[in-house]
């Protein structure tokens, strides 16, 4: 059996090899093969696998991936196995509607995430600044930012570029009355929107808020590299199941809050959801669906499975359960974690909806094109807008 996939971290890794191998010892005529890798490798290998058939008996997927496979048919529709033994009816709204396409599920969450911006409270403290409140404006933390490099100095920045961040890209978008995708899947944005969002980073970065692009290309996907970690920035926008992963780099404690909710002198409302951003699905030629299945029941719904493949991981569980016990039990960390997921409950905006696959790659190229004057903000914008508008069209 071939499990192929995708981690945030060593720390999810190692959980999710030491719940296979719990499985196999309890089956010994079950081998699982697991070939796990970054996200960025393993959507390029699925891509070339799932093209000439020969795709993973179970694989990850997120919500944009989800859309694209379901609608390839290469995903199986889960919908045989639910309740039994796939009972999600206390699995937290948002984290199965990114397992949804077209009425039917297609995976099963493994975890609830967020699109959050990590901060160190420490370099805040060292020069004055206050960290914004909880619900603030898209202009104060562009002010923050620019308070926090001037007063640390040369070599300094408030928060590393996120305008390649296509998650905090749609919380942008709605506040300001738009979206990625709407509920149809199709596009919810036109290139003047995007426009927005790519010129509000190219302002931060000039006025020092935000580094260069020549510095922050140099971090790459190396969470090592990341200026928060160096102690070169204070902020970091990211989904929370990297928030311990990169928190054990660093030697003073990460804390989350939220993206800014709207724009001075408009309304401010709670823009920010969770979603599963990890799930499993079963490739439609599986030879084996029902052992699959099995597989996904112990990971998920068995008390030793469960605690094997969540405790220490980083994840939290989409269960109302799991989130419970992490939230009572779990590290300070982890505490951490559901506290701000129970947050974005109080008052959740709708799910992140379905797109295409290949997202934060758009992003980023787009994003550094402006950043390092090859394109204009409305130039990028109109491009982009153009290439995942034709994707999506794609896949009709």
Same mark, same amino acid.
């Given at each position: 059996?071939?499990?192929?996939?995708?981690?945030?971290?060593?720390?999810?890794?190692?959980?999710?090899?030491?719940?296979?191998?719990?499985?196999?010892?309890?089956?010994?005529?079950?081998?699982?093969?697991?070939?796990?890798?970054?996200?960025?490798?393993?959507?390029?290998?699925?891509?070339?696998?799932?093209?000439?058939?020969?795709?993973?008996?179970?694989?990850?997927?997120?919500?944009?991936?989800?859309?694209?496979?379901?609608?390839?048919?290469?995903?199986?529709?889960?919908?045989?196995?639910?309740?039994?033994?796939?009972?999600?009816?206390?699995?937290?709204?948002?984290?199965?509607?990114?397992?949804?396409?077209?009425?039917?599920?297609?995976?099963?969450?493994?975890?609830?995430?967020?699109?959050?911006?990590?901060?160190?409270?420490?370099?805040?403290?060292?020069?004055?600044?206050?960290?914004?409140?909880?619900?603030?404006?898209?202009?104060?933390?562009?002010?923050?930012?620019?308070?926090?490099?001037?007063?640390?100095?040369?070599?300094?920045?408030?928060?590393?570029?996120?305008?390649?961040?296509?998650?905090?890209?749609?919380?942008?978008?709605?506040?300001?009355?738009?979206?990625?995708?709407?509920?149809?899947?199709?596009?919810?944005?036109?290139?003047?929107?995007?426009?927005?969002?790519?010129?509000?980073?190219?302002?931060?970065?000039?006025?020092?808020?935000?580094?260069?692009?020549?510095?922050?290309?140099?971090?790459?996907?190396?969470?090592?590299?990341?200026?928060?970690?160096?102690?070169?920035?204070?902020?970091?926008?990211?989904?929370?199941?990297?928030?311990?992963?990169?928190?054990? =780099?660093? %030697?003073? @404690?990460?804390?989350?809050?939220?993206?800014?909710? #709207?724009?001075? *002198? /408009?309304?401010?409302?709670? &823009?920010?959801?969770?979603?599963?951003?990890?799930?499993?699905?079963?490739?439609?030629?599986?030879?084996?669906?029902?052992?699959?299945?099995?597989?996904?029941?112990?990971?998920?719904?068995?008390?030793?499975?469960?605690?094997?493949?969540?405790?220490?991981?980083?994840?939290?569980?989409?269960?109302?359960?799991?989130?419970?016990?992490?939230?009572?039990?779990?590290?300070?960390?982890?505490?951490?974690?559901?506290?701000?997921?129970?947050? =974005?409950? %109080?008052? @959740?905006?709708?799910?992140?909806?379905?797109?295409? #696959?290949?997202? *934060? /790659?758009?992003?980023?190229? &787009?994003?550094?094109?402006?950043?390092?004057?090859?394109?204009?903000?409305?130039?990028?914008?109109?491009?982009?807008?153009?290439?995942?508008?034709?994707?999506?069209?794609?896949?009709?």
């Amino acid at each position: 059996m071939r499990f192929s996939g995708f981690v945030e971290s060593e720390e999810q890794l190692a959980t999710t090899l030491k719940v296979l191998k719990a499985y196999m010892a309890k089956n010994p005529d079950v081998e699982i093969v697991p070939e796990f890798s970054s996200y960025r490798a393993f959507t390029d290998k699925l891509a070339t696998e799932a093209a000439g058939g020969n795709a993973p008996d179970m694989f990850s997927v997120n919500v944009d991936l989800l859309a694209e496979y379901a609608a390839r048919g290469v995903l199986t529709p889960l919908t045989e196995w639910i309740p039994d033994p796939l009972d999600v009816s206390e699995y937290q709204a948002g984290s199965v509607f990114s397992c949804t396409y077209a009425g039917e599920m297609y995976a099963m969450p493994n975890d609830a995430i967020a699109t959050a911006i990590f901060f160190n409270p420490a370099k805040f403290e060292e020069v004055g600044v206050a960290v914004p409140e909880k619900f603030y404006t898209w202009e104060t933390l562009l002010e923050t930012s620019v308070a926090l490099g001037k007063e640390h100095g040369r070599g300094f920045w408030g928060i590393e570029d996120g305008g390649g961040n296509n998650l905090a890209c749609d919380i942008f978008l709605r506040a300001g009355g738009a979206a990625l995708f709407t509920p149809e899947h199709t596009i919810g944005f036109n290139g003047e929107e995007m426009a927005k969002w790519f010129q509000y980073w190219e302002d931060m970065r000039k006025a020092g808020g935000a580094p260069p692009a020549d510095v922050q290309a140099q971090a790459g996907d190396n969470s090592a590299s990341l200026g928060i970690v160096r102690g070169r920035s204070a902020m970091l926008v990211q989904t929370t199941d990297s928030f311990i992963g990169i928190g054990a =780099l660093m %030697e003073s @404690p990460l804390d989350l809050m939220m993206l800014p909710n #709207g724009f001075a *002198g /408009g309304e401010m409302k709670q &823009h920010l959801y969770d979603y599963a951003g990890n799930s499993t699905g079963i490739w439609k030629n599986a030879v084996n669906k029902e052992l699959c299945i099995d597989i996904i029941r112990f990971m998920h719904f068995d008390p030793e499975g469960v605690d094997l493949y969540y405790t220490g991981s980083g994840m939290i569980p989409a269960s109302t359960a799991g989130l419970e016990k992490f939230g009572s039990s779990g590290s300070p960390e982890e505490k951490k974690l559901v506290d701000y997921l129970k947050m =974005l409950r %109080e008052d @959740p905006a709708p799910s992140r909806r379905p797109g295409v #696959g290949g997202l *934060g /790659g758009i992003f980023r190229r &787009h994003n550094e094109a402006v950043a390092f004057g090859d394109m204009t903000a409305l130039e990028a914008g109109n491009s982009l807008t153009a290439e995942i508008d034709g994707k999506l069209k794609a896949l009709k």
